[in-house]
């Protein structure tokens, strides 16, 4: 099916293939040529590309330039809630359905991470600091039935979806988080809650998070079935890259 790119899509958002050599040397142009003077122009895929690793600690090669978050949607604009209007559901199959208010998300421990946040299309942001609520920790509360082995997310901006499998979202690295870059999840990144998954490419990390379904097998989330991205989205280890341990 035709993908429509939608008003609120940055140009980088279509979905496919994830980005190719060939555009990272349109991207970086006679600028990054001017790097390497010296080396012989014939091998101008190596040379341009070998800066690029150098300033790259994991060795991936194909990332876009500039280390700045790239803010994304697929409707035609931001939705708001107010931390005093929001509301996360947790339901399906799960023993004590829950609706949990901001501060009751708040209130409950709280767990730090720091890591990379890496989108799929090649740019990726270093250390970035998150605060919120272990998945798991939500999931224990109210009991996941032994018929529940998936999750299903849903965005109050009623069209984005994500799945994780059950023990993918009880992974220590994996929270509900209220807080991103030393301060509550702005409007434009989610909030005032988001998913953040860390081990996986962005596109798990679903923004203005309103509700966690239990559910008995994996349902596709929206760039999985829109865009074909992978299902499992481990960094590194999907959407087609098999990259060495680092
Ligand atoms: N609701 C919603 N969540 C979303 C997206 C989106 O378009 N809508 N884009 C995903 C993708 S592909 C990435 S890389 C990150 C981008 O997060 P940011 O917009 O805070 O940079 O959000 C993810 N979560
Ligand atoms: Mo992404």
């Given at each position: 099916?035709?993908?429509n790119?939608r008003?609120?899509?940055?140009p980088?958002t279509?979905?496919?293939k994830?980005?190719g050599?060939?555009?990272?040397?349109?991207?970086?142009?006679?600028?990054?040529?001017?790097?390497?003077t010296?080396?012989?122009?014939?091998?101008?895929?190596?040379?341009?590309?070998?800066?690029?690793?150098?300033?790259?600690?994991t060795?991936l090669?194909?990332?876009?330039?500039?280390?700045y978050f790239?803010i994304?949607?697929?409707t035609?604009?931001?939705?708001?809630?107010?931390?005093?209007?929001?509301k996360l559901?947790v339901?399906g199959l799960?023993?004590?359905?829950?609706?949990?208010?901001?501060?009751d998300?708040l209130?409950?421990?709280?767990?730090?991470?720091?890591?990379?946040?890496q989108?799929?299309?090649?740019?990726?942001v270093?250390?970035?600091?998150?605060?919120?609520v272990?998945?798991?920790t939500?999931?224990?509360?109210?009991g996941?039935?032994?018929?529940?082995?998936?999750l299903h997310f849903?965005?109050f901006d009623?069209v984005y979806?994500?799945?994780?499998t059950?023990?993918?979202a009880?992974?220590?690295?994996?929270?509900?988080?209220?807080?991103?870059l030393?301060?509550?999840?702005?409007?434009?990144?989610?909030?005032?809650?988001?998913?953040?998954v860390?081990?996986?490419?962005g596109?798990?990390?679903?923004?203005?998070?309103?509700?966690?379904?239990?559910?008995?097998?994996?349902?596709?989330?929206?760039?999985?079935?829109?865009?074909?991205y992978?299902i499992?989205?481990?960094?590194?280890?999907?959407?087609?890259?098999?990259?060495?341990?680092?």
């Open positions: 099916m035709a993908h790119i008003p609120g899509d940055p980088d279509q979905p496919g994830p980005i050599r060939r555009v990272v040397l349109g991207i970086l142009g006679l600028g990054a040529v001017g790097i390497v010296g080396k012989n122009v014939q091998n101008g895929l190596e040379a341009v590309l070998a800066p690029i690793q150098r300033i790259d600690p060795g090669s194909d990332l876009l330039p500039g280390d790239r994304y949607t697929v035609d604009g931001y939705p708001y809630e107010s931390e005093g209007e929001y559901t339901d799960v023993d004590r359905p829950m609706t949990l208010s901001y501060s998300l209130a409950l421990p709280s767990t730090k991470l720091v890591d990379d946040f989108c799929v299309t090649g740019w990726r270093p250390s970035v600091h998150w605060q919120g272990l998945l798991s939500l999931l224990d509360q109210a996941v039935q032994p018929a529940g082995k998936a849903e965005s009623g979806t994500e799945s994780l059950l023990a993918e009880q992974r220590p690295d994996v929270i509900v988080a209220y807080n991103m030393g301060g509550p999840i702005s409007q434009e990144h989610g909030g005032p809650v988001r998913l953040y860390a081990p996986m490419y596109y798990k990390s679903i923004k203005w998070l309103s509700r966690v379904e239990v559910v008995d097998r994996v349902e596709p989330g929206y760039w999985e079935t829109e865009g074909n992978s499992e989205a481990w960094v590194g280890r999907s959407n087609g890259r098999n990259d060495p341990a680092t």
